[in-house]
């Protein structure tokens, strides 16, 4: 396993329409696209990547958004909205049908003699409905809002993607740090162990000092296997969010985050405000709610009368023929109509007053939806924020206190040294060391996860917040 503090990528960050959007025919109004993950062009592949032994975030984003099972479940169902607005749009276009049926029948009549009979009628009947009580333009209207709610929908599922992978990823990094600390502590340990090997040997300290560096060696190994065992489960979380093979072999780097840079941007009130008018999952509602507005007009229209233009025209020819005599005889006769055909509703057995009912409890239920989604957000950013303050004041403290344990453990070391302390104070101080080092590198990715989530709390997640510049401090 290889690990890398340092990430040199930059990329700017583009919000771009995407195609499949442009393909479902959004309305003007509606924002379109998907946010432009900065991995499209701004790096040279995940293949190559992997090839080289190295496997960055936004490499393990692009495989994650490319083999997501429910992102595209998201598309597929963004998809059939599409189709479902086509089919409303069809329902102003006039129905036609074409009729035909040839016959030809032997022994025709009552007499023995041979008669032969064909007859062939053809006719094109067309219909069009041309005032159904609004309900055609109030379907098409919720079909276009139903469509608007599913692209949102996969917009939030895009970014539930790429915050997933995002934090699987981060603790993977995290895990492979606390096998190289783990690492160091058992090389330590082992090292210590030959010097108080000496010192016994040549009868400085007592037997148990021995015994007791055994077992902490012994612990600091069963600390590195338990270390290998959470990272590999890191791994094979991080590689099925990608949809690929476990990827044990490929070294992770750290993504560069300008510390400094984000803070400017954690203000809760602001935030807040950013998030109720960007969240996908908000606007998938307010459409939805939208959606249905235009159902209880729909539903509405069953009181209203509906007119309907009927047109057709036809043709019927029929001949007979006589074997024995050898005569015949035929004619035809062309048809055509046109009418209108008006159905008032007189009684419905209150179906019209059921459905528009139904259809506002219907948007009632979904506005208390939006209601307890608005408050949730406000929840999750405030939760966010505090957090993410804490993760600051946090590091600070673990540094301080990593600062001290190093020089408590060089004091200890000393004092060991020339006998004034027992090998219990000196265990007990490199523990404390090691602790602080576990601490620190867990605040620091816990850190930028707080930071991920504030993004995606917002509701404009995209890794270009979190690559946009060389990180500012790296990992101790």
């Not at 890398?4 to 960050?13: A, E, G, L, Q």
């Not at 195609?19 to 959004?26: I, N, P």
């Not at 009729?99 to 219909?127: K, M, P």
Request: hydrophobic share 40%; glycine share 6%; with cysteine.
């Amino acid at each position: 396993m290889r690990y890398t503090t340092t990430c040199s990528i930059k990329v700017t960050y583009a919000r771009q329409i995407s195609t499949f959007c442009q393909r479902v025919l959004f309305p003007k109004s509606v924002l379109l696209g998907f946010i432009g993950l900065l991995i499209y062009g701004a790096f040279p592949g995940v293949a190559m990547a992997l090839e080289s032994g190295e496997l960055g975030m936004a490499q393990a984003v692009q495989l994650a958004v490319e083999h997501s099972q429910d992102l595209k479940a998201a598309h597929k169902s963004v998809r059939y909205s599409s189709l479902s607005m086509e089919k409303e749009k069809n329902d102003y276009l006039p129905q036609v049908t074409g009729t035909l049926d040839n016959r030809v029948t032997s022994n025709y009549g009552d007499s023995r003699a041979e008669r032969d009979a064909y007859s062939s009628n053809v006719g094109v009947a067309i219909s069009l409905n041309l005032f159904k009580g609004f309900a055609d333009e109030a379907s098409l209207e919720s079909a276009r809002q139903e469509l608007s709610s599913s692209a949102y929908t996969a917009l939030r599922q895009e970014q539930q993607v790429i915050f997933d992978t995002a934090s699987a990823y981060l603790n993977v990094v995290k895990q492979s740090k606390a096998i190289d600390i783990a690492t160091q502590n058992l090389v330590y340990n082992r090292q210590k162990e030959k010097q108080i090997k000496a010192f016994y040997d040549a009868g400085k300290i007592p037997v148990t000092d021995l015994y007791q560096q055994r077992a902490e060696t012994a612990d600091a190994t069963s600390e590195l296997i338990t270390a290998r065992n959470t990272l590999k489960k890191g791994w094979l979380e991080l590689a099925n969010l990608m949809g690929t093979e476990d990827f044990n072999r490929a070294g992770i780097q750290m993504p560069a985050i300008d510390i400094a840079a984000v803070a400017g941007e954690i203000n809760n009130n602001s935030l807040i405000r950013i998030a109720l008018t960007t969240r996908p999952d908000l606007l998938a509602l307010e459409k939805n709610i939208a959606a249905k507005q235009a159902g209880i007009r729909e539903a509405q229209s069953g009181k209203y009368p509906s007119v309907d233009l009927n047109a057709g025209v036809a043709d019927y020819y029929a001949y007979q023929h006589e074997k024995d005599s050898g005569m015949g005889s035929g004619g035809g006769n062309l048809n055509s109509y046109v009418g209108v055909t008006v159905s008032v509703p007189l009684f419905d057995k209150h179906l019209t007053r059921t459905r528009t009912e139904q259809a506002r409890i219907d948007k009632q239920t979904a506005v208390l939806f939006l209601e307890k989604l608005k408050e949730q957000i406000r929840l999750e950013l405030g939760e966010a924020v505090a957090d993410y303050k804490s993760a600051c004041e946090t590091i600070n403290a673990t540094k301080t206190r990593r600062l001290y344990a190093e020089k408590a453990l060089e004091s200890a070391k000393q004092r060991y040294r020339v006998g004034k302390s027992g090998l219990t104070e000196l265990i007990q101080m490199r523990s404390d060391l090691v602790e602080a080092d576990n601490n620190l590198i867990e605040a620091q990715i816990n850190q930028l996860l707080k930071i991920v989530s504030i993004f995606f709390y917002r509701g404009d997640l995209g890794l270009s917040h979190l690559l946009l510049h060389q990180v500012g401090e790296k990992l101790s």
